[in-house]
């Protein structure tokens, strides 16, 4: 499976193409802030990883402190996601 940028993958969500968001989440994101979209981590970022098969594909670690910091780890790029996806709302 191909990696995608974030952008192309907010696409593909905003058009309900891979996971369908809801008028209340579509409410929620836009009244939140930015520097909040942490809290859907392991909520709306989990259901991102998940539908579209983030874990499946391949990345290359970058380890620093013993902690995975790439770009591309499947929970970055869900951020990643989240971030793209409330921009263009």
């Known amino acids: 499976m191909k990696r995608l940028t974030a952008d192309a993958y907010a696409d593909l969500i905003l058009r ?39 874990w499946q594909i391949p990345w290359k670690p970058k380890i620093k402190d013993g902690v995975d910091v790439s770009k591309d780890h499947p929970d970055a790029l869900s951020m990643a996601i989240l971030e793209a996806i409330h921009k263009k709302l």
């Open 16 to 54: 309900g193409d891979d996971l369908k968001l809801s008028q209340d989440t579509i409410k929620e994101l836009r009244a939140c802030d930015k520097a909040d979209l942490i809290r859907y981590h392991s909520s709306l970022g989990r259901a991102i990883r998940n539908s579209l098969g983030l």
